[in-house]
Structure formats: structure tokens, C-alpha cells
């Protein structure tokens, strides 16, 4: 007998060879690897680097050069176009202290996960959940275990912006990298020596918040979460720094006073 609840029949879509490449051959650029005004391997190169055909490479190729990364030169080859450097400016120059490098990231991280929040509840499929779900309780037990939950952070927030089932959102975490999280002691881009047990604590409830309305299914609870945590975050890091200010005030006037 034919069972009357709805089956989900959503199934995550790869991605192309081609935008494969594409994601490689950004990367690079964004890490400097390939300069502007330099060339571009041959495509020969490119297809024995990857291992696809001339046509996926082209088809990369053209999807770079319609983002204004790469231009065509006739009998010369593919170039790194000049300005590339203020396309990725803002993440990839000097923007200041690390401090500042954190509130921005955190600034355009509420610009981009509330929607995808909401997205992720309406569109995900059930290996998309269980991999939101698997974050999270990495992050839980890495907390237990009092080890760095940086890496588990990040890969929660990630993992809901794959649930979107567009990649541009998982594109906008990559190439905010490890400055996404700001007191992940691990990483260069860490503002923080020590790790707070009580910080990554307030972290995780709102991550239970996010995940509960994800599964749930309801996108508008979602983002409202999203929105909350983000904000959350922005707030806990003015307060720290604005307490390490202090602290660094009053050591200084007592260094002149002795």
C-alpha cells in the first residue's frame, strides 16, 4: 500500500567540472599565486592540471573572463587582468588591526547568512541537515574536550550556506576563509590568545537556536536566529575589545605612576 506522506525528492546538485576550476583558478588568484598582468597557464597545462577536457576549460575560462578576473589576448593567452587587486581589495589588502579585519568580516557576514539561513530551511535536503547537524556536534564536542572550536565553527556556518543549494554563498565563506571567525584561536587571523570557555558557550546556544529553526523548517525563525547570533557576536566583540582598551589604559597609567 502506497504511503501518503510526501517523500523528498531534493537532491543536491554537484557542481560542474567547469565551475570546479573556476573555484580552483579564484583561489589562486585570491591568494596571490597568479599576479595581475601574468598569464595563464596554456590550456594544455590547464587540462592536464585538472584532468578535464579543452571544452571545460574554456567554458572555466569564459566564466572568468565574464567576472572581469581574466582577459583574452589574441596570440598571446589567457592574462590576469590588472585590477584584480581592488576586486579582492577588501579582503585581501591591508585593511588595518585585526580588530578591524573582524568587525568588517562579521559586518558583511550579517549581509550575507540571514538569507542563507532562511534558504537553508526551505531548500535543504536531508544529507545538507545531517551535515549542519554533524557541525555542531563537532563544535559540542570540541568544547567538552576544551579544544579549539574555530574549525567546527566555521564549518557549521558553511554547511548552511551549502544547504542553499547556491553556490555563491559557500563562495562568499571561502573567501572570507578563517577570518570568519575572529577568536578561532587556531588562526592567523585570531584576535584572541586564549580561548573563553564562556564565549564559545554563548556561541553554541545560538547556534541550537539556528539549527532547531533549519530543521524546523522555518525560514523566517531562521534568519531572525541568524540575525540574532551575528548581531550577538558583533556586540561580545565591541565589549571585549573595548575591555582590552581599558585594561591596556590602566596598565599604562600605572607603569607611570611607579
Partial sequence: MASDSAVDLRVERKPKLSET?????????QAGDILPGHKLPTEGQLT?????????IREALAKLAADGLVEARQ????????????????LAA???????????????RLAVEIESAGLAAIRRNAAQ???????????????????????ADLAFHR??????NNPFYVEMLDVLGRRAIPCDVTSPWSTELVQS???????????LV????ITSGDAEAAREAMRAHLTASQQRYRERLHARQVFYADSVRASETE
Fill in 21 to 29: 576550476v573556476v573555484a580552483a583558478i579564484r583561489k589562486q588568484l
Fill in 48 to 56: 592536464e592540471t585538472f584532468g578535464v577536457s579543452r571544452t571545460v
Fill in 75 to 90: 596570440g598571446a593567452g589567457v592574462f590576469v587582468t590588472e585590477h584584480i587587486s581592488t576586486m579582492f581589495g577588501a
Fill in 94 to 108: 591591508d585593511m588595518g588591526s585585526k580588530d578591524s579585519i573582524a568587525l568588517n568580516v562579521l559586518e558583511v
Fill in 129 to 151: 541537515e545531517a551535515a549542519i547537524q554533524e557541525a555542531f556536534f563537532e563544535f559540542e564536542r570540541l568544547l567538552l574536550n576544551s579544544e579549539p572550536t574555530g574549525p
Fill in 159 to 164: 554547511a548552511i550556506a551549502s544547504a542553499t
Fill in 197 to 207: 570557555d564562556s564565549y564559545q558557550r554563548g556561541l553554541q546556544r545560538e547556534h
Fill in 210 to 213: 539556528i539549527l532547531n529553526a
